[in-house]
């Protein structure tokens, strides 16, 4: 028996993130969207790339929850971008209203699932699908680590000019504004960064990072990125299917580590067969500390705001 993975959303993530996994060739994907036709459309177009591709999965479309059962992953990036005039808070309660629906769904059509959690605002969305699923916490992860360290890694490949293959890069904290790159930790084949190049070369890397999503919505206007976002659900999909047990950064639900409790925030975690084997507890500097709080603050206001939801 094949692995499932459903993909609720299919908009520029969810689609992408379809055909990431797809192409890996190790589960069947269920592409989710409420628009119909929109699911249906992008799977068979996708299938028909199956014969040129080489991939062997099946991708099926649809605007129900009937075939996400016996998903071993649901990705979750069904959700509305903000648009002009809406703050963030009306965000915030719309993809929760979203988000509350679509764990319902999931929690009656696939049980025995894991949840990674996509849509934005990302920590608060994941802790309000642990929530209303009912599930237990390793079950459901958020993504956005894979996606700063990624970035991270890429700007630092092409300031040194070097693979990206190579580079270490760990990025903490809630995923926005309040993210904490954590240069201490970053090497290149084993070589801390800070040997490579200046400290002010590696803090304003940190800060191209931090906006790293923002510096893409200016270019395209109308969306945000959606290549590197799918790529990295895509590799926390393969880590899990394929048991590899690999450190990934992930939003996960820490009940006391790092002096948080309560809260879905991203940290390294183990991930495994069964989502997250454990979180990895690093001994932070005073100073690291203080931003991994400060944006801890920040999730858990939002956290407060949609109370009802919960
Ligand atoms: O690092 C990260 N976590 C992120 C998060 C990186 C990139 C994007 N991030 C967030 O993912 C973004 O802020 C959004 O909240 C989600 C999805 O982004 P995407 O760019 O894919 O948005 P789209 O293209 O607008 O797609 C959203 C789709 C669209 O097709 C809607 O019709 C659908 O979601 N949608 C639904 N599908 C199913 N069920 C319901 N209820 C639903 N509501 C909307």
Same mark, same amino acid.
């Given at each position: 028996?094949?692995?499932?993975?459903?993909?609720?959303?299919?908009?520029?993530?969810?689609?992408?993130?379809?055909?990431?996994?797809?192409?890996?060739?190790?589960?069947?994907?269920?592409?989710?969207?409420?628009?119909?036709?929109?699911?249906?459309?992008?799977?068979?177009?996708?299938?028909?790339?199956?014969? $040129?591709?080489?991939?062997?999965?099946?991708?099926?479309? %649809? *605007?129900?929850?009937?075939? +996400?059962?016996?998903? @071993? &992953?649901?990705?979750?990036?069904?959700?509305?971008?903000?648009?002009?005039?809406?703050?963030?808070?009306?965000?915030?309660?719309?993809?929760?209203?979203?988000?509350?629906?679509?764990?319902?769904?999931?929690?009656?059509?696939?049980?025995?699932?894991?949840?990674?959690?996509?849509?934005?605002?990302?920590?608060?969305?994941?802790?309000?699908?642990?929530?209303?699923?009912?599930?237990?916490?390793?079950?459901?992860?958020?993504?956005?680590? $894979?996606?700063?360290?990624?970035?991270?890694?890429?700007? %630092? *490949?092409?300031?040194?000019? +070097?693979?990206?293959? @190579? &580079?270490?890069?760990?990025?903490?904290?809630?995923?926005?504004?309040?993210?904490?790159?954590?240069?201490?930790?970053?090497?290149?084949?084993?070589?801390?960064?800070?040997?490579?190049?200046?400290?002010?070369?590696?803090?304003?890397?940190?800060?191209?990072?931090?906006?790293?999503?923002?510096?893409?919505?200016?270019?395209?206007?109308?969306?945000?990125?959606?290549?590197?976002?799918?790529?990295?659900?895509?590799?926390?999909?393969?880590?899990?299917?394929?048991?590899?047990?690999?450190?990934?950064?992930?939003?996960?639900?820490?009940?006391?580590?790092?002096?948080?409790?309560?809260?879905?925030?991203?940290?390294?975690?183990?991930?495994?067969?069964?989502?997250?084997?454990?979180?990895?507890?690093?001994?932070?500097?005073?100073?690291?500390?203080?931003?991994?709080?400060?944006?801890?603050?920040?999730?858990?206001?939002?956290?407060?705001?949609?109370?009802?939801?919960?």
């Amino acid at each position: 028996m094949r692995k499932k993975v459903s993909i609720i959303g299919a908009g520029n993530v969810g689609a992408t993130t379809a055909l990431y996994i797809s192409e890996l060739d190790i589960a069947d994907v269920v592409l989710v969207d409420v628009v119909d036709g929109i699911a249906k459309g992008k799977a068979l177009d996708f299938m028909e790339s199956s014969p $040129v591709r080489g991939f062997h999965v099946n991708i099926t479309g %649809i *605007s129900g929850y009937d075939e +996400i059962a016996n998903s @071993d &992953i649901v990705v979750v990036t069904a959700g509305l971008a903000r648009k002009p005039g809406m703050t963030r808070e009306d965000l915030l309660f719309r993809n929760a209203e979203i988000i509350a629906g679509i764990t319902d769904q999931i929690k009656r059509k696939a049980p025995n699932c894991i949840i990674i959690m996509v849509t934005n605002p990302l920590d608060v969305m994941a802790y309000l699908a642990w929530k209303k699923s009912g599930f237990s916490h390793n079950k459901v992860i958020g993504m956005a680590g $894979v996606l700063d360290s990624a970035r991270l890694k890429y700007f %630092i *490949s092409k300031e040194l000019s +070097i693979s990206s293959k @190579d &580079i270490q890069a760990l990025v903490l904290g809630g995923h926005g504004d309040s993210m904490v790159p954590l240069s201490r930790f970053c090497t290149v084949s084993g070589i801390p960064i800070t040997k490579l190049m200046s400290e002010e070369k590696v803090n304003e890397l940190n800060e191209r990072t931090k906006n790293a999503g923002a510096e893409i919505v200016e270019f395209l206007k109308t969306g945000s990125a959606y290549y590197s976002p799918a790529a990295s659900v895509a590799e926390m999909v393969e880590t899990i299917l394929k048991s590899t047990k690999r450190i990934l950064p992930c939003g996960a639900y820490l009940s006391g580590e790092y002096g948080l409790k309560d809260i879905y925030i991203g940290v390294p975690v183990v991930l495994g067969p069964l989502g997250i084997d454990r979180v990895i507890e690093l001994e932070l500097t005073k100073e690291e500390l203080n931003s991994l709080n400060s944006s801890a603050e920040t999730i858990l206001k939002s956290i407060k705001l949609i109370d009802t939801v919960i």
